[in-house]
């Protein structure tokens, strides 16, 4: 069975610092893996994923991720954090391209102090 | 991306009575929809897989009369939570499946039971 650990349930980082949210994973086979935001009280918007090729990809509002097999992990990173971009974080992964449902992390939340 | 719409967004009921979820979306075929549930501070916990036509297909622990779900049209599934009570309150959330694996996610339906 497959499974995300997203280490760290709170973070904070000041506005314009640097982000990394830690994501590890746990499948048998090549993983598909995502980011996912979510703003108090509403869905989950798609951030970046992966699937195959490049193992650094970027995604929407500056955020990139990095695939590292060796590690199973695909931790996701900004280089400047603006206010806005406080949220809960969820990493997930897939069993492939198919329409299956993606396993969650629990969760990162993300506080950006002034 | 693919667009969803959920409704209500907000719902407060009667321990007792039954409560009705839309998940509509509103310019993809959606063969196939998934329901989550999510608790304060938790992650997504997937309820059931939706197929257009057929019967759902629902997670170890979820209860089928409890959690009724419909998927009629390639646009529109629904959940309804049968005979309700306060341990039912949380906040579900529809997605649809893409086709290169991600899922494309409702803004979310925050039922309290009271």
């Known amino acids: 069975a497959q499974s995300v650990t997203q280490p760290d349930i709170h973070i904070t980082v000041s506005e314009g610092a640097s982000l990394e949210l830690r994501c590890n994973y746990s499948y048998g086979a090549t993983p598909y893996l995502f980011w996912y935001v979510q703003s108090p009280g509403q869905g989950l918007q798609l951030l970046l994923k992966?699937?195959?090729?490049?193992?650094l990809v970027q995604g929407i509002k500056g955020f990139e991720a990095e695939f590292k097999r060796s590690q199973s992990s695909f931790n996701l990173r900004k280089p400047s954090v603006h206010w806005s971009d406080a949220a809960e974080y969820f990493c997930?992964?897939?069993?492939?391209?198919?329409?299956?449902?993606?396993?969650f992390g629990s969760g990162t939340r993300l506080q950006v102090q002034p | 991306g693919a667009v969803v719409s959920q409704h209500p967004s907000r719902v407060i009921c009667k321990s007792g009575t039954s409560v009705k979820i839309e998940c509509r979306s509103l310019d993809f075929q959606a063969t196939t929809m998934f329901w989550y549930r999510q608790f304060p501070k938790k992650s997504l916990m997937l309820m059931a897989t939706?197929?257009?036509?057929?019967?759902?297909?629902?997670e170890q622990g979820v209860e089928k009369d409890k959690f009724l779900i419909n998927h009629a049209s390639l646009t529109l599934s629904t959940l309804t939570v049968t005979s309700a009570h306060p341990e039912d309150s949380s906040f579900y959330i529809c997605a649809l499946a893409g086709n290169t694996g991600e899922l494309f996610f409702g803004e979310g339906s925050r039922l309290t039971v009271l």
């Open positions: 997930a992964v897939g069993a492939d391209t198919g329409r299956r449902a993606l396993t």
């Open positions: 939706s197929n257009e036509g057929s019967k759902a297909t629902y």
């Open positions: 992966y699937f195959s090729g490049d193992t």
